[in-house]
């Protein structure tokens, strides 16, 4: 629908509709490339077991369908640039144009090794982790 809402503004005065649809698919471009970079960030944290490594797990965790649910005090209790990525991953998931996994490179196994580590703390057993993670892919 965004797509017919930009083909439409290209040929003559966008009504209040096509207005409405064409600002939202833009809001959804920079919602991804946000969120995508936000999530580079992030899984660098996990991936180099920095200081909010941890935090930065469970909370890949809880955006992975049925692993672990979100902690808010782990987005008030993170490092404002910590915290400001994951408000970044959340809004691009909310807005964006791609299903998480398909982000970045290795989306799917990388998010999937970082919610791993959270694992211990969620009440899933490791085959509900990998049957909510086929659903989820699709």
Known sequence: M???ALTLADQHEPGQAETAALL???????????????????????????????????FLA???PGWHQL????LLKATPSVAGD????L?????????????VPGGYSRIEAAAATAAG???????????AARRWRG
């Open 91 to 103: 809004d691009g998931l909310r807005w964006g144009h791609l299903r998480l996994g398909e982000w």
């Open 24 to 58: 939202e698919f833009r809001r959804g471009e920079a919602a991804t490339l946000a969120g995508r970079l936000a999530l580079l960030r992030l899984l660098d944290e996990v991936e180099q077991q920095r200081t909010e490594a941890a935090r930065v797990a469970r």
């Open 121 to 131: 703390e969620t009440e899933l057993g490791r085959e509900e982790q990998q049957e």
């Open 71 to 74: 902690d808010l005090h782990d």
């Open 2 to 4: 965004p797509l017919i």
């Open 62 to 64: 809880a955006c992975w």
């Open 86 to 89: 994951m408000l970044a991953v």
